[in-house]
């Protein structure tokens, strides 16, 4: 099959399904199969690699050359990028098809895509349900497969959570393994870009194009390159799991428990040996993520003020009632909600209270993995407390939405790579999720971890 008969192939469907499941919020035909005919030029010159042809979904985060790029926002619905993000022109230079731009909660501050501009994304198993998020969008393209593979962000839990919601596989890299340049910032000291697709293989596959030092990037780390895919296939005998007894206590489903016990049965059966250890400051995630991720939002997100690019408040009398007026209506409520909260936390009176404090804790969570992973190669527990739950179930209560991230937003906080496959359904016939926590750059031992089950 040629790529521009793929392109089309997945265009087609995404004409069919996507009006239903609103995981994309841009797609430009034309411009995807330009690049499909260039990727077929490449075949009959032989000069292909492995993801010349192949048909990707990107997050609406990415500022992609040409393509209107909204980050879920009223405050950029008119934003077409002059220029492509590390990771979009890492994708481009591979010869991948960028077929379209998914739908995301707004600035990604969200757990079920339900804060995003343009409408809620279902989830593809249950359309009365929601993906997950932030990269909902994405991670309905690729379950309802409207996409070869995607890309995701994850600043507390954005590509984990949403892939075990899905039924699908996810990945957050080491931070500082994929550039920040082009995506646009929420909490600069926790992003970062990840692959999202069907299985560990692919995840290799993308992950190998996505990484590279970028000196854009002032924490974008220089290493020697590495092949993701490298250790599949290799034999789990005497592999060392941690199941961190904070993962299994109260708040977590009971058939969500279950899915992921048995996930961790066969491991056993794989060679595999369990060993029990703590994660102590793992409950104070949330509370830190909280002051922190909101602080650093409420300092990127200054830059939206509606004189050099985005929306801009039709009537206003001054310049301060310009930028009043149109970040009043260009932002939403959540992003409202988390600028307040971070002004707050930055504020004279309270910097050391909460700012201050929330950083030691930070310090300490990481710590708690440190001392964990002299024990273990890898940590295992559940990516999410629930499956995926209604549409609208969780809109009114914030708090309620932001436990969701519990097992996830502590490895942010630290540093690691982490990642969620499927591992069989809940009650409700939804997909769970299996997290995989791994140490500082092992992200191609978890990758086999994750291959091994699948
Ligand atoms: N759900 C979390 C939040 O709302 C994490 C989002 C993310 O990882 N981008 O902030």
Not at 116 to 142: C, E, I, L, Q
């Amino acid at each position: 099959i040629s790529s521009v008969e793929l392109t089309q192939l997945y265009l087609d469907r995404i004409a069919k399904l996507n009006p239903e499941l609103n995981a994309y919020v841009t797609l430009n035909p034309e411009t995807s199969l330009t690049q499909a005919r260039e990727a077929d030029a490449r075949f009959a010159a032989g000069t292909a690699e492995a993801l010349t042809g192949i048909p990707i979904a990107q997050k609406d985060i990415f500022c992609a050359k040409g393509w209107l790029t909204t980050c879920g926002s009223k405050m950029l619905h008119n934003f077409v990028s002059p220029y492509d993000a590390h990771v979009i022109s890492q994708f481009n230079n591979a010869g991948a098809i960028n077929l379209g731009k998914t739908n995301m909660d707004e600035f990604a501050m969200g757990s079920s895509n339900e804060t995003s501009h343009y409408g809620s994304v279902k989830n593809p198993w249950d359309t009365s349900r929601v993906p997950g998020g932030s990269s909902g969008g994405t991670a309905a393209a690729v379950a309802a497969r409207l996409c070869a593979a995607a890309t995701g962000t994850d600043t507390g839990g954005s590509i984990r959570q949403p892939a075990a919601l899905c039924g699908i596989s996810g990945l957050k890299p080491t931070y500082g393994t994929v550039s920040r340049y082009g995506m646009i910032a929420f909490a600069s000291s926790l992003d970062q870009a990840g692959p999202m697709g069907r299985s560990a293989e692919d995840l290799a596959l993308l992950l190998n194009s996505m990484v590279g030092f970028d000196e854009r990037d002032s924490t974008s780390l220089k290493r020697d390159k590495e092949d993701y895919s490298r250790d599949l296939g290799k034999p789990l005998n005497g592999l060392r799991i941690g199941l961190p007894k904070e993962f299994f206590a109260e708040g977590l489903g009971n058939d969500v428990a279950q899915a992921v016990d048995a996930a961790i049965t066969e491991y056993k059966k794989l060679g595999a040996t369990v060993v029990d250890i703590s994660l102590p400051n793992t409950r104070l995630s949330i509370p830190v993520y909280y002051v922190l991720a909101p602080a650093e939002a409420s300092s990127n997100l200054s830059r939206f003020d509606g004189v050099r690019y985005g929306y801009r408040a039709p009537e206003y009398t001054d310049l301060a009632d310009m930028y009043e007026k149109s970040r009043a209506q260009g932002f939403g409520a959540e992003v409202k909600r988390r600028i307040m909260i971070g002004t707050y936390v930055l504020s004279h009176g309270y910097y050391d209270a909460y700012y201050l404090q929330a950083q030691k804790i930070r310090r300490l969570i990481a710590q708690d993995f440190t001392e964990a992973f002299k024990l273990c190669d890898v940590i295992m527990g559940p990516t999410s407390p629930s499956t995926a739950f209604k549409l609208g179930e969780k809109g009114d209560d914030p708090v309620q939405m932001y436990l969701s991230d519990i097992y996830t937003i502590a490895v942010n906080l630290a540093g690691l790579p982490g990642m969620s496959i499927p591992c069989g359904f809940g009650d409700n016939a939804m997909p769970v999720g299996l997290q995989i926590i791994g140490n500082y750059f092992d992200e191609a031992r978890m990758l086999n971890v994750a291959h091994q089950y699948q």
